[in-house]
């Protein structure tokens, strides 16, 4: 069903990896995806994959205070969690971020780069119009899961190495179903709903700010997050000659609503292509 989408969308799916050091000198990485909007650079992905560069802004102002009152009393207790070092990679390389608008509630991030990282990229998005979708769609999620990511950190030349043979991350499509909208309120500002589109499959691990597309590969939403919901009921399975109860749950998946990235791509007049 899914197989002309794929071919669509597997071209302006891109794996996004954030890699952080700690106070500590421990490495960590995290993996998700993120989609290629113009030939200007433009880029979109779930704001949450960014964590790492909101916690190392104000990691930086407390390590600063730390520096500057270690020698007394007053000085902060060093956490070794606190992130010294970080970097952005798309497809596996190092960007400056151009431009950018963030929007934590929303879960929307869009970033402008330099459109030579992205030579060779031809096709791109539509976006379905957020007044011509219905529930009861068949839609599927892109992205990168069951990958873990070891990056390496040389503090000589402070920057990160990634696993080699690690690229290209192989893609991972998951079906489900259109199945609701959930407005959670309106944003700071009371200008938007914050809206989000539900689907009968969860997103993966990796997944992410990932699309989520129709059987045409135009996208619905972008993932978000997940919501456990209880079906009410429980289960019995017998361990060890005990029968044991417990709670059964149904795990859907949430993207950011159309109308959300329309507006907003509107908002910053960022060039897309629509879909009807």
């Known amino acids: 069903m899914f197989n002309k989408a794929y071919n669509i969308a597997n071209k302006y799916t891109h794996p996004l990896i954030v890699a952080m050091r700690f106070y500590d000198n421990t490495v960590d990485s995290g993996l998700g ?3 290629v909007l113009n030939n200007e650079g433009w880029v979109i992905t779930a704001a949450h994959n960014l964590g790492a560069a909101f916690a190392f802004n104000q990691h930086k102002d407390e390590m600063k205070i730390h520096e500057q ?3 007394q009393n007053t000085s902060l207790i060093p956490n070794s969690k606190w992130i010294t070092d970080f970097a952005i990679l798309l497809s ?3 960007i400056n971020i151009i431009e950018s608008h963030i929007y934590q509630e929303h879960d929307l991030a869009f970033l402008r780069i330099d459109p030579q990282i992205l030579h060779g990229q031809t096709i791109f998005p539509k976006i379905k119009k957020a007044n011509n979708i219905s529930p009861g769609t068949s839609l599927c999620k892109l ?3 069951f990958v873990e990511v070891r990056a390496t950190f040389n503090p000589s030349t402070k920057d990160f190495t990634l696993p080699p043979n690690l690229l290209p991350i192989p893609l991972f499509p ?3 179903i259109y199945t609701r909208n959930m407005k959670m309120g309106k944003s700071k500002d009371g200008t938007m709903d914050v809206l989000f589109l539900e689907t009968s499959s969860p997103g993966l691990k990796g997944q992410s700010g990932g699309p989520i597309f129709d059987v045409e590969g135009n996208i619905y ?3 978000s997050q997940n919501v456990t919901l209880p079906l009410g009921f429980k289960g019995t399975i017998e361990v060890n000659g005990q029968v044991i109860e417990e709670n059964q749950f149904f795990n859907v998946g949430i993207g950011v609503h159309p109308f959300t990235i ?3 791509l509107n908002k910053h007049q ?4 629509s879909a009807e």
């Open 33 to 35: 995806s993120f989609v």
């Open 69 to 71: 009152n270690k020698d």
């Open 92 to 94: 596996g390389q190092k």
């Open 143 to 145: 992205g990168f899961p």
């Open 174 to 176: 998951i079906e489900g």
């Open 221 to 223: 939403a972008i993932q």
């Open 262 to 264: 329309e507006t907003l």
């Open 270 to 273: 960022i060039k897309y292509q």
